[in-house]
């Protein structure tokens, strides 16, 4: 539903100017600006707010994961606690839906909750509950289901990095792999087809996120905290943006071809964890895994001694990178994002004026996750 128009103001950061390197990619460094903490300053700009999606009466949303943009305008809602994907039109209003719990085509048990949509507007699904990638497309403003794809032979696929289908109706997915002489272990992207045949194998690779394995634990853990390494990316059509949650910068890579356009470093110092630190971490997940104390201690001699300075990225086809800063200041912390061009010029500075998470940003639009005054999710539309 559409409601009044009102502003509200975020800060953004004064234009930077970049040096390029040499490579494949155009390597860019931030430099002659005023930094706070490593973080850099600016002026501030006007967001208008749009609207409020609630889902009116045709829909009840139990926790909203993910937002898409369709190539008609319309937006694909990804509801994760009730399996459901929701096509509703520019303004809120709904049009269909689809997915739904269960172990039939098309239908998800334990979904991942991140969706990338091609130029077809199709758009893959990983279930972990029944290991398969499930693949869909939006056509008459209707969610319908190609076919599914099992992973019985593969290692699950990276979470926090891109799953997408790729032009030529591939899957395209991370997961761990061993790609270099020394044995290093990376996350390399494959491309698979719908027989689950492997296609193009380790096209990309990038250094992995860190896993930490306890005591006599046979399987490791991927911990995704202000205190870990983690790579987190996001694809819009044939463009992936990824970044690791411990620099500040991204990569940026063309999803057909596997080509790293840019790459984009800022070196910022140093923030030191505390073990009391780490063992709250640690201790956070003793209560939802299966973690004894024996294997508490030896994950907590495991842990970083850096603290991460990012962590999220989104993409806006228009030719922008957003990256969410984790808080540096505990007694003012903020939900920031920085804002570079997709070449790497940073261009501003933004301070979300309320809780949430922003899920998508399409062509200047915001799409804002956050929960309404009786706290069921919805979504704040700002430009």
Same mark, same amino acid.
């Given at each position: ?72 305008? @319309?937006?694909? =809602?990804?509801?994760?606690? $009730?399996? !459901? ?9 709904? #049009?269909? %839906? ?71 109706g591939s899957i395209m ?27 193009? @194998?380790?096209? =990309?690779?990038?250094?992995? $996120?860190? !896993? ?9 853990? #991927?911990? %995704? ?150 706290e069921l999710p919805m ?5």
């Amino acid at each position: 539903m559409l409601l009044p128009l009102r502003f509200i103001l975020v800060k953004v950061g004064a234009l930077l100017l970049l040096s390029c390197g040499t490579g494949s990619a155009e390597q860019a460094t931030v430099s002659s600006v005023h930094f706070v903490n490593g973080i850099p300053e600016g002026p501030e700009i006007n967001f208008e707010h749009m609207l409020y999606i609630n889902g009116g009466e045709d829909v009840t949303f139990n926790r909203i994961s993910d937002l898409l943009v369709t190539s008609e305008g @319309d937006l694909l =809602i990804f509801d994760a606690g $009730s399996s !459901m994907a929701y096509l509703l039109d520019a303004d809120g209003n709904y #049009l269909s %839906s689809g997915i739904g719990e269960g172990q039939g085509p098309g239908e998800v048990r334990f979904p991942s909750s991140f969706l990338h949509i091609n130029n077809n507007d199709e758009f893959v699904v990983y279930c972990y509950g029944l290991r398969r990638f499930s693949v869909y497309k939006i056509k008459d403003r209707k969610i319908i289901h190609i076919f599914d794809t099992h992973t019985l032979d593969m290692l699950n696929p990276i979470v926090f990095l891109p799953i997408t289908v790729s032009a030529n109706g591939s899957i395209m997915f991370f997961e761990f792999g061993f790609n270099n002489p020394t044995g290093e272990i990376q996350e390399v992207a494959k491309q698979i087809n719908r027989e689950g045949e492997i296609v193009r @194998d380790s096209y =990309i690779s990038i250094p992995a $996120s860190e !896993m930490f394995t306890p005591g006599s634990r046979q399987s490791p853990i #991927l911990i %995704s905290s202000p205190h870990g390494r983690i790579n987190r990316g996001v694809v819009h059509g044939d463009m992936m943006v990824i970044i690791n949650q411990v620099d500040l910068g991204f990569q940026r890579y063309s999803v057909e071809t596997g080509e790293l356009l840019t790459e984009v470093i800022k070196d910022v110092p140093d923030l030191p964890v505390t073990r009391d630190e780490n063992r709250e971490i640690i201790n956070f997940l003793s209560g939802s895994s299966e973690i004894d104390q024996s294997q508490m201690s030896d994950l907590l001699d495991q842990m970083p001694v850096v603290r991460g300075n990012v962590s999220h990225v989104r993409y806006d086809p228009a030719g922008y990178v957003w990256i969410k800063l984790l808080p540096h200041d505990e007694e003012d912390p903020k939900l920031e994002w920085l804002v570079f061009t997709e070449e790497g010029e940073f261009t501003g500075r933004m301070i979300q004026g309320e809780q949430g998470n922003i899920l998508r940003v399409e062509n200047g639009i915001i799409y804002l996750r956050m929960d309404d005054e009786d706290e069921l999710p919805m979504v704040r539309v700002l430009r």
